[in-house]
């Protein structure tokens, strides 16, 4: 396996979590935020393994968000929307 598409989902008492989905390669992440496009979060996890610098607003790294969100596209496509919708 390539990739896979993980959820998680917003705990009912605990106001600071929040529901999220992403997806892994073996050298990247891309974590988003269902209604806050302005949360997502891409790491480039062969030179950032701890995920310690967001790359999603970096233009330099453009073309690897775009690559994980095509991928992440795809595994919703394939599973389904984890959320029950597509945002």
Same mark, same amino acid.
Request: glycine share 6%; hydrophobic share 40%; aromatic share 14%.
């Given at each position: &396996? !390539? *990739?896979?598409?993980?959820?998680?989902?917003?705990?009912?008492?605990?106001?600071? $979590?929040?529901?999220?989905? /992403?997806?892994? $390669?073996?050298? *990247? =992440?891309?974590?988003? !935020?269902?209604? @806050?496009?302005?949360? $997502? +979060?891409?790491?480039?996890? =062969?030179? #950032?393994?701890? +995920?310690? =610098?967001?790359? /999603?607003? #970096?233009? @330099? @790294?453009? =073309?690897? &968000? /775009?690559?994980?969100? /095509?991928?992440?596209? &795809?595994?919703?496509?394939? !599973?389904? @929307?984890?959320?029950?919708?597509? +945002?």
């Amino acid at each position: &396996r !390539y *990739a896979f598409l993980f959820e998680y989902f917003f705990v009912a008492g605990v106001p600071a $979590t929040r529901a999220m989905m /992403a997806v892994r $390669t073996p050298s *990247a =992440k891309l974590m988003s !935020y269902p209604g @806050h496009p302005d949360w $997502t +979060e891409v790491f480039d996890l =062969k030179h #950032d393994p701890y +995920e310690l =610098k967001n790359l /999603a607003r #970096d233009r @330099h @790294h453009s =073309k690897l &968000r /775009a690559q994980l969100e /095509a991928e992440l596209a &795809r595994q919703i496509g394939q !599973y389904g @929307h984890p959320f029950g919708s597509s +945002e």
